[in-house]
């Protein structure tokens, strides 16, 4: 992909293409994003959002942003993360865009729960859960839910705990995510742990360590041992 792209870039620019240079950088810099090459993705973002907010495209500047703020994240510079979502948030409701404000408003709460800023990522998680709900996504309404029983535990309410992770543990089952599965079942083995109901939680964790084992998550697997 990168090698098409890079092929393409000079001849948009060669030709005056603006809107062709400014979606072949960002497609440069996602590629490069998700390779793990953070500071490269930053340069080629970084090229392409001017251009957008020249030509006027909201939606790839809100995209673009956004990208930028998920690039940051990456590199723990969480700061930055929340200012290119803050950017990115608005435009995203300017333009009517309900997935991009949606994935937005979830990486937000989730930069908030990395920082320890509980209410703060409930917040977020909580405007976002019911745009994903309202599209079908699952997978993502799944890690919400599981994000928000994990705050709530943190926080020591426990019976909501419970309900937000019982909520999440057929949705990762319905899309066969085994991975966010076995986290949700250790989750509510904590809970149900630290609720009394010893013979539950060991149900649960009996559950969660063979579906560790079959996605080879080895820290998944010490923990629900331990």
């Given at each position: 992909?990168?090698?098409?792209?890079?092929?393409?870039?000079?001849?948009?620019r060669?030709?005056?293409?603006?809107?062709?240079?400014?979606?072949?950088?960002?497609?440069?810099?996602?590629?490069?994003?998700a390779?793990?090459?953070?500071?490269?993705?930053?340069?080629?973002?970084?090229?392409?959002?001017?251009?957008?907010?020249?030509?006027?495209?909201?939606?790839?500047?809100?995209?673009?942003?956004?990208?930028?703020?998920?690039v940051?994240?990456?590199?723990?510079?969480?700061?930055?993360?929340l200012?290119?979502?803050?950017?990115?948030?608005?435009?995203?409701?300017?333009?009517?865009?309900?997935?991009?404000?949606?994935?937005?408003?979830?990486?937000?709460?989730?930069?908030?729960?990395a920082?320890?800023?509980?209410?703060?990522?409930?917040?977020?998680?909580?405007?976002?859960?019911?745009i994903?709900?309202?599209?079908?996504?699952?997978?993502?309404?799944?890690?919400?839910?599981?994000?928000?029983?994990?705050?709530?535990s943190?926080?020591?309410?426990?019976q909501?705990?419970?309900?937000?992770?019982?909520?999440?543990?057929?949705l990762?089952?319905?899309?066969?995510?085994?991975?966010?599965?076995?986290?949700?079942?250790?989750?509510?083995?904590?809970?149900?742990s630290?609720?009394?109901?010893?013979?539950?939680?060991?149900?649960?964790?009996?559950?969660?360590?063979?579906?560790?084992?079959?996605?080879?998550?080895?820290?998944g697997?010490?923990?629900?041992?331990?």
């Amino acid at each position: 992909a990168l090698d098409y792209l890079g092929q393409a870039l000079p001849l948009y620019r060669a030709v005056g293409d603006r809107s062709g240079e400014a979606t072949t950088l960002y497609g440069i810099g996602a590629v490069y994003s998700a390779l793990g090459e953070q500071q490269k993705a930053l340069d080629y973002l970084g090229q392409a959002l001017p251009i957008r907010r020249a030509a006027g495209d909201r939606a790839g500047e809100a995209m673009t942003l956004n990208w930028v703020g998920a690039v940051y994240a990456a590199l723990g510079e969480k700061q930055k993360a929340l200012d290119y979502y803050g950017q990115a948030l608005p435009i995203y409701r300017v333009v009517g865009d309900r997935p991009g404000e949606a994935t937005t408003l979830y990486e937000i709460g989730a930069v908030y729960a990395a920082l320890g800023e509980k209410q703060k990522a409930l917040d977020y998680y909580g405007q976002a859960l019911p745009i994903f709900r309202a599209s079908g996504n699952r997978s993502v309404e799944a890690a919400i839910l599981n994000g928000m029983g994990t705050i709530y535990s943190a926080l020591g309410e426990k019976q909501k705990a419970s309900d937000y992770l019982g909520q999440a543990l057929p949705l990762y089952r319905a899309v066969g995510e085994r991975s966010g599965e076995a986290t949700a079942l250790n989750n509510i083995g904590n809970v149900s742990s630290a609720l009394g109901e010893n013979q539950k939680a060991l149900d649960y964790y009996g559950q969660a360590l063979p579906l560790y084992r079959t996605v080879g998550d080895r820290s998944g697997e010490a923990v629900t041992l331990n």
